[in-house]
């Protein structure tokens, strides 16, 4: 079955130009120039992924970003003229997958989606069972839930999965850039202190977890690791 991607831009010339390049590459495409009405549609019938403008009426890309990610881990790709930094690392730490700058070059962005549905479908059938469990936490990939001393943890979809590949490879260190490029799915061409907010917010959600055995372990120089103690 083909793949479903809505388009959300407030600029008509280039969301079509985006439909000719994604349906050339066989995606079926659904376009939306406000972002009130592409959250309502989105509800009714969640696509296999998103590229989102961040400058919309009726609401803007963040807020619609922000929306989606209390009820779906659908990717999302924004699409930007603000090209600084500090909007992409909180494109990032809201929840998107990747962040495209405007102007942009067709066959990139065709290769970013081709990247970030790969890596869904990756992170999801990476680990054959339905969770992962260490003493006192149970994780779901599959059902996006995180149980941390028998209680829900609420808990955004980048910092589950983060945590959930950590946990997957117990006690190997990963750096930053491999962390990104593992769970965000493309080499990241910013800053790297992403991954450290991510942490700090994990950490400060499974607080003492040291007396069960188990670590979120900074590796200084080099990065992160799931220490099983």
């Known amino acids: 079955m083909n793949q ?4 959300v831009d407030d600029d008509r010339s280039i969301a079509e130009l985006l439909r000719v390049y994604l349906e ?19 509800k009714k019938n969640p696509p296999n992924l998103l590229l989102l ?29 603000k090209g600084e930094t500090i909007d992409k690392v909180l494109g990032l730490e809201l929840g ?13 962005l065709i290769a970013r989606v081709k990247a970030v549905l790969r890596r869904a479908i990756t992170l ?3 680990d054959g069972s339905d969770h992962l469990t260490y003493p006192e936490l ?24 983060l945590l959930y590949f950590l946990a997957l490879h117990p006690n190997q260190v990963f750096t930053r850039e491999q962390l990104l490029e593992k769970v965000w799915g493309y080499d990241y061409f910013g800053d790297s202190r992403t991954i450290d907010v991510h942490v700090k917010r994990i950490r400060e959600k499974l607080p ?6 188990w670590k979120i372990k900074t590796v200084f120089s080099v990065g992160y690791k799931f220490e099983v103690l």
Do not use: H, N
């Open 4 to 7: 479903t991607i809505m388009v």
């Open 24 to 42: 050339k590459e066989g995606y079926i495409t659904e376009l939306y120039l406000r972002g009130d009405e592409a959250l309502s549609a989105f």
């Open 53 to 81: 403008d961040i400058m919309l009426p009726g609401m803007d890309g963040w807020e619609v970003l922000k929306q989606v990610r209390k009820i779906s881990s659908v990717p999302i790709i924004m699409l930007s003229a």
């Open 96 to 108: 998107a997958d990747d962040y495209i700058t405007k102007p942009f070059e067709p066959k990139e």
């Open 124 to 126: 999801q059938q990476e």
């Open 138 to 161: 149970t994780l779901s990939l599959k059902r996006y839930e995180v149980t941390y001393q028998g209680i829900s943890i609420d808990m955004p979809p980048k910092e589950l999965e």
């Open 208 to 213: 003492q977890c040291e007396q069960y055995g």
